[in-house]
């Protein structure tokens, strides 16, 4: 079995496809100054989105999530908008934590991994 | 290959089954005022048991655990209750880290990936 | 399908293959009184990679990395030393978070998943 990569950086790729399995990188919002962490989350799931059709998956097939919160006082906020992008019946498991991130103004930063349709 | 999933909320599923793998969600416990980390840990691993059980698996296919501590000077405290539930042979990789988590008397969350008998 | 488990310890193992996959656990440095967070990053991709060879693996088969800092600030610090670790066209997925661990001049902490070769 081969692992498949896209979006690949001299750091890190943004996608890895090995086996049956997408693994997308922790993925963080562009749009950051003064952007909220509903706004950040939003993009980033958008994100997530795209990067798996890509590798022919999709957010239904998405079985496991790390969130990491800058503030967990922002836990009810995210939510917001990640309650309203899962699909109801395909939820993942989920572990959410706070962590301080690359950049200050990276407020929240998501991963997930999922089937290949 | 389809995900079963179980224990299914609106937000999360406390399980997923892909392959030959089950994951289960960042566990905390439900005993939470004014216990301590031990007796939270001790909650959490009781109840890793009964999903896994109820997933087809069991702590001795467990190959890889992450644990977050909301101090993490509760090392000590947490591995006291760790190291008698783990089976002697088939400890799992692992990782521990501190992290404040989804509510202040939330004093500690383990996730877990098994095998599926 | 059978785990398979190497530097079998009675709190956690260093390693564990399942499937197609090798799982390390969080690796910190021995070396860390007085050691820059470059210095512990070198030793623990040394011994990444010792371990992956003894698992049958290589970092150019490693597809998912977590990095944990002490000190985010460390980030470009500990990218110095990953970025040529790294194989070019085979970077993995990867999410770095700040986090204290497990003793205080722990400063890093890396743990990856590798396709078995």
Request: aromatic fraction near 6%.
């Given at each position: 079995?081969?692992?498949e990569?896209?979006?690949?950086?001299?750091?890190?790729?943004?996608?890895?496809?090995?086996?049956?399995?997408?693994?997308?990188?922790?993925?963080?919002?562009e749009?950051?100054?003064?952007?909220?962490v509903?706004?950040?989350?939003?993009?980033?799931?958008?994100?997530?989105?795209?990067?798996?059709?890509?590798?022919?998956?999709?957010?239904?097939?998405?079985y496991?999530?790390?969130?990491?919160?800058?503030?967990?006082?922002?836990?009810?906020?995210?939510?917001?908008?990640?309650?309203?992008?899962?699909?109801?019946?395909?939820?993942?498991?989920r572990?959410?934590?706070?962590?301080?991130?690359?950049?200050?103004?990276?407020?929240?930063?998501?991963?997930?991994?999922?089937?290949?349709a």
């Amino acid at each position: 079995m081969t692992i498949e990569r896209k979006h690949v950086g001299p750091r890190m790729s943004q996608v890895a496809i090995y086996g049956n399995t997408v693994f997308l990188a922790g993925i963080t919002a562009e749009q950051r100054g003064g952007t909220s962490v509903a706004e950040q989350t939003a993009e980033i799931l958008a994100r997530i989105d795209t990067l798996l059709a890509e590798a022919g998956s999709s957010k239904e097939q998405v079985y496991k999530a790390t969130i990491w919160l800058r503030d967990i006082a922002a836990f009810d906020e995210m939510n917001s908008v990640w309650d309203k992008w899962v699909v109801p019946g395909h939820t993942p498991v989920r572990a959410t934590v706070e962590a301080r991130l690359a950049m200050p103004d990276v407020l929240v930063e998501i991963q997930v991994e999922a089937a290949k349709a």
